[in-house]
């Protein structure tokens, strides 16, 4: 299996912040890579796929790159509804695989 | 709008088998692959397995003897059962629309919470 190593586990920021995930993966892998975020309570939702393919409809503060085996999502200037948790997703190889996922709290 | 309305018991005992199925309301059934992804409370995202509308089936190797996902295009729906549970199994199960060009989950359903407990 692909392991996928997230950090940080969770992170404070403030509104206006920007802040970085990143996801490592433990083989070498295409960009079938996906960024999901959870609010309390929901569904995740897809953010971003193809390791930096905005999803339509999401704002374009999010963004996401490849470096390597390493997958990185930004979101820049945060503002208060992006307070929740994300997870990344490998799909290159099954079984499909989530990092274990980063909460993003206010600071 | 496309949306997955899930259902199923949602109190089971260990040894017993879980059943939950998945309607899908809006667009296309055929062109797509359908998933089921569970999170124990608190904790992270796991992948069950997916099937396509021809009944074609992947499953996690971690679940594989105990998972079958089967597919009712008459109806639009796909189902999960997951049998010999134990407390282990106990987490939000969800259904997903799979988006097979880029392997995505595109839709979620609202999700289940299963717990298995004497």
């Known amino acids: 299996d692909i392991q996928m190593t997230q950090s940080p586990s969770s992170l404070s920021a403030s509104v206006g912040d920007t802040v970085t995930i990143t996801c490592r993966a433990s083989?070498?892998?295409?960009?079938?890579l996906n960024w999901y975020q959870q609010k309390a309570g929901e569904a995740p939702k897809l953010l971003i796929y193809?390791?930096?393919t905005l999803q339509s409809g999401v704002p374009s503060r999010f963004s996401g790159r490849r470096s390597g085996t390493d997958f990185i999502l930004t979101i820049s200037s945060l503002q208060p509804e992006d307070f929740a948790a994300y997870y990344c997703?490998?799909?290159?190889?099954?079984?499909?695989?989530f990092g274990q996922g980063t909460k993003v709290e206010i600071k | 709008q496309v949306q997955l309305q899930q259902w199923g018991a949602g109190l089971l005992k260990p040894s017993e088998t879980l059943s939950l199925t998945c309607a899908v309301n809006?667009?296309?059934?055929?062109?797509?692959?359908w998933s089921w992804i569970r999170q124990p409370p608190g904790k992270g995202l796991e992948w069950i397995g997916e099937?396509?509308?021809?009944?074609?089936?992947n499953y996690n190797p971690s679940l594989e003897s105990r998972v079958t996902i089967t597919v009712d295009t008459s109806k639009n729906q796909f189902s999960l059962k997951l049998s010999s549970l134990t407390a282990a199994d106990t987490a939000v199960y969800y259904c997903?629309?799979?988006?097979?060009?880029?392997?995505?989950?595109?839709?979620w359903g609202q999700g289940t919470l299963i717990t298995v407990s004497s």
């Open positions: 997703q490998q799909t290159y190889l099954t079984p499909w695989t």
């Open positions: 997903t629309r799979v988006r097979w060009l880029t392997k995505t989950h595109d839709y």
């Open positions: 193809s390791a930096s």
């Open positions: 099937i396509d509308h021809s009944g074609y089936t």
């Open positions: 809006g667009g296309s059934f055929s062109g797509y692959h």
């Open positions: 083989q070498s892998m295409n960009n079938y």
